[in-house]
Each structure stands twice: as C-alpha cells, then as structure tokens.
C-alpha cells in the first residue's frame, strides 16, 4: 500500500478520470480511493511522463540533511550541559542555582519559563546551555531516538552520600555516549562533607580526579549555599574550549525536539534546541513525523524572538502535531516536502506498530481472559539501563500461571513514550518504567486511553505487583 489513486492524480496535477483510464489499459481497475503499491504508482507516474519522486529512507535523509559545512563557515557555539546524578544529591538544585547566575535573567520582564532548556550567559559574556530535563531519562531517550545534544555531562556527587547506583548509571551512560564528565561535588557546606572520599571512589569507576593526576575536574560546590558555581562554569567553559564546539549558523536551522507538548489555546508546542543554522519564524519544517511552519519564537524568559542560532534553546509554535523528546528539528524547502517527509516517516511509524499491535481494548482482555481466550498479559517495560530490562524481563517471562502468561511486547531502555502507549492501548497491557518515566505526550495519551502506567525504582517491587495484577486478571474482585 503507498498511495490512493486520488491522491496520485492530484501529486501528478492529472485528472481523476485520466488516471484511472491509464491504470484500466495496463490492466489494473482501481476506482479514486483506492490504494496502490509504489510498483504500481510508478508505472502509473512513468505513463503519464512525469519524473519520480519516491520518497525513499534516503530521499529523506537527503531531503533535510544539506551538504556538510566547509571549516571558514564553523563560529563556536556554546556548550549544552546535562546535569545527571543519584536521586536527591542536588540536581534540581543545582539548575535553580546555575540558572540564577545568568546576568540577563534580572532584566525586566524577565520570567523563568520552564521549557526543558536555559541559557546562562556569564559575566564575560560567555554561554552555557542546560537541559533542564535532569536525569537519566531524558538524556537515553534522547539518544535512543539518535539525538547527540549533550556536550558536557555534570556529575552531581553529594559530598555527604558518596557514589550510588544512579550515579554509577550517569557514568556508563555518558561513556557510552562519550561525552565528557564534569563532577560536581555537591552539598559541601555541610560540616560532614567529605570531598577527599568522593574523589577516591570515582577512581574506582576510572574518573581519575586531576588533584589525583587524572583529567577530570572536580568541583566542591554547594547549590544550597552558592558555593563555586562560578568555578562550576569555568570548568565548564574550559571542556568546551578543548572540545572545539562549532556550528555553522548561516544555514537552514537543524536541530533537536528536547520536549513538546499538547498546550491549550497553544496547539502543540516544542522546545527545539538548535544545533547547526539558525531557526527564523516563518520557517517550513519537519519535526520527527510531524511537520510545521514556525508561527513564533519564545525564549527561556517567554520573551518572543525573531531568529535562534547554534546551541539556543527555543520554544517553536505552529506545529501541525506533537513529536517527541529525541526527534529531529529540520528546516525545509517548502510545504510540500515538508509534508512528503512528515507523511513517509507516520506510514514507517504505523507500519511498525502495526506489525506486533492490534489485539484490542483492555475490557476484551478481560472477557478473553475469562472466556479462556486469552493466555497472554501484555507488557511494555521500559528502563534506564540494559541491565535491569534484562533482569526484569526474564524474571517476567519465567512468571506466569498455567491459565495466563506474561508476554513482554516491548522491553527497550529510555522513557515512556507515546508509542509505547499506542501499543499497550491496542493490547490491552500496561506500560511499566523502571527508574524511568512517562513523557507528557505519553501521559496523556495514556489518560486519555486509560492505559496503565506504573513506575518501579525496586525490581523487587515491579515484580511483586504483577504478580499481584495477574492474580487480579485470574479473580477479579467484582
Ligand atoms: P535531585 O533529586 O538530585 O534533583 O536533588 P534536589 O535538588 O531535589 O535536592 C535534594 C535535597 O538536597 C533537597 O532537600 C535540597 O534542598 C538539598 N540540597 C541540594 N543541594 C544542596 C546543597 O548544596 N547543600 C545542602 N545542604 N543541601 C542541598
């Protein structure tokens, strides 16, 4: 299936009536809404003497990915900071404090918008960009949907707890991601604060401190008490020199969906964090599958700009639906392959939910349980980490009865995401995130559809609670 034979006329500016004709003398009766395979279009198309303009994977990629740029072009850019580290050792903190160091963030008129990112801009007139997304989550959804956007990862480490699981995870996953790791000791102005042990530990996960000859710098900060977060931002600035950050901003902007939303009275809006070109409004776009025309430009303060270059996080109206964290951000040509590349990237999209979809609602999971229809439980489990998917995934299998098994549709290491919602909606599962959580997308999705999400830090737990709604789905309590 690719295209009606309506739609075909219209691409091709022929009539309805001709193309059908044309399709009748080479055999194939199709009426005006009905739809043909891409052999058949082009056929159709070389027929009628027109050039082919399948869309392809590449001819997408193509399509918005424009020639590289030539080094004369490259300006540096400011760096983009993720701030990652175990529950409750300062992140959210540490953002609020970082934030208020920014010397424009006084001016008049200036109220804190919470659009997923900030720019800070120093003393000396220096840049840095934060994702205020902290954690794990948005940092591995971003990269398992193939966006880059970090270029510093700040370690938070309290000075008084030591090195703990989620900071263990922050490690692997900026090594995996081989972005450089800044370490914040935080939390030092209080008196049992131990910044010695903290530098010892991180040698055991090979972050060799530079007090300890190693070339990582480490930092005694305190968000509570607004101690060094100047030195915080040096170090910052320095990574940044050695890393050489560029981007070519006199091109079409590119960039990345760090979060979007369904906004009343706004439509959909999304936080696109730019990283080559400069995004204007007025601009036609692609967005993941969606696409758009840029209506108007909000910066972190909620003050409306014309233009946003390299490294500028910006809120972008005029959406025609709601990507996701992670999609791409794309400026195009124009409306038309704005629209082909949003159309192909949705039937890829459906196509892929399609295949393993499709078995109904909740309520006839039920009744197809108790009709003994039904043997299996539907389960979407997403994690922050390979490791504990694996864990809890053979630990699911290996769960159920005789009467029900429990089948793990999707296991898969970042967010929950709408996707996962659609397919647990159509399934009638539940969507479970261990150290993850849903994106605002997928919530209302899921309110909206009623799915079930549930969210687990213990494996222990997550499993105990299954068992317990399997148990539930055996006797339901009516
Ligand atoms: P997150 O879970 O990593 O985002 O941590 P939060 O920023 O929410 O902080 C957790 C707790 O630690 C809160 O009660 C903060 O007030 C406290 N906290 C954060 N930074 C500091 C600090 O530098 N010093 C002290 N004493 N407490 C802090």
Redesign the pocket.
């Known amino acids: 299936e690719f295209i009606t034979v309506g739609e075909l006329a219209n691409r091709m500016a022929e009539r309805v009536g001709d193309v059908i004709k044309a399709m009748m003398k080479m055999g194939v009766m199709a009426t005006q809404n009905q739809t043909i395979d891409a052999d058949t279009a082009e056929l159709v198309i070389e027929e009628f003497g027109h050039r082919i303009n399948r869309v392809s994977e590449a001819d997408v990629e193509d399509g918005i990915s424009g020639a590289e740029d030539k080094a004369e072009d490259l300006k540096s850019r400011a760096p983009v900071v993720t701030i990652m ?10 953002l609020d404090a970082l934030r208020q160091t920014d010397v424009a963030g006084g001016e008049a008129g200036g109220i804190t918008q919470h659009i997923g990112a900030y720019q800070v801009k120093l003393e000396g007139g220096d840049q840095i960009t934060f994702l205020d997304t ?1 954690g794990h989550a948005a940092f591995t959804e971003m990269r398992m949907r193939g966006a880059n956007v970090t270029d510093i990862v700040v370690l ?1 480490v309290a000075a008084d707890d030591g090195i703990q699981p989620q900071t263990k995870e922050a490690i692997a996953h900026s090594k995996a991601a081989e972005v450089p790791i800044i370490v914040a000791i ?5 008196p049992e604060a131990d910044p010695g042990r903290i530098r010892n530990q991180l040698l055991e996960h090979e972050l060799v401190p530079e007090e300890l000859g190693g070339d990582i710098m480490c930092l005694e ?5 607004k101690l060094n977060l100047d030195k915080l931002e040096e170090a910052i600035l320095l990574q940044a020199e050695m890393l050489e950050l560029s981007a070519n901003p006199n091109r079409r902007a590119e960039g990345a969906i760090v979060e979007a939303k369904l906004e009343k009275g706004r439509g959909s809006v999304a936080t696109v964090l730019v990283q080559r070109g400069t995004v204007r409004v007025g601009d036609v776009f692609v967005a993941g599958a969606e696409s758009g025309r840029v209506r108007a430009l909000l910066n972190d303060k909620g003050r409306n700009i014309e233009e946003a270059g390299p490294s500028v996080p910006v809120e972008v109206l005029g959406l025609q639906g709601t990507p996701q964290a992670g999609d791409d951000f794309v400026v195009v040509r124009d409306d038309t392959q704005a629209r082909e590349i949003a159309e192909y990237r949705q039937r890829k999209a459906k196509e892929a939910t399609q295949a393993i979809a499709g078995r109904g609602t909740l309520e006839q999971m039920f009744s197809q349980i108790k009709a003994g229809e039904v043997q299996e439980m539907p389960i979407i489990i997403k994690t922050d980490v390979q490791g504990s998917l694996e864990a809890i995934t053979s630990s699911l299998e290996k769960m159920g009865t005789e009467e029900v098994k429990v089948r793990v549709l999707h296991g898969a290491v970042g967010g929950i995401t709408e996707s996962d919602i659609t397919l647990a909606a159509s399934t009638g599962g539940v969507a479970l995130g261990f150290n993850v959580r849903a994106n605002p997308q997928a919530r209302e999705l899921a309110r909206r559809d009623g799915v079930d999400i549930r969210y687990y830090s213990v494996i222990y737990d997550l499993i105990d609670d299954m068992k317990k709604i399997l148990g539930g789905l055996l006797a339901p309590e009516l």
């Open positions: 580290g175990h529950v409750d050792h300062g992140k959210t903190s540490l902290p938070v935080n939390k030092c102005d209080k900060v305190s968000a509570k008490a």
